[in-house]
């Protein structure tokens, strides 16, 4: 088989698409907003996370005075 006649062939098989193409991809899309829902609930979860605490840190800085920058948990 020549090039000339694949690349026909390839053109003929390529214009049978049976079905809706955007109907067979709407799960993906559907699948994809789900994943950024549920990670954007996770970062969500943490904000003011340093506040839920905040009688545990001062009771730490009266024992033990200021904290210094190195000392901050990380």
């Known amino acids: 088989m020549t090039f000339a006649s ?3 062939l390839a053109a003929e098989e390529g214009g049978h698409h ?12 559907v699948i994809a907003f789900v994943v950024f829902v549920v990670l954007s609930l996770v970062t969500l979860s943490y904000r003011n996370v ?25």
């Open 6 to 8: 694949l690349l026909a």
């Open 18 to 29: 049976g079905g809706n193409v955007q109907a067979e991809t709407f799960v993906y899309g």
């Open 50 to 74: 340093a506040n839920r605490h905040a009688h545990k840190a001062e009771a730490y800085t009266q024992k033990h005075g200021t904290p210094t920058p190195e000392a901050h948990g990380h």
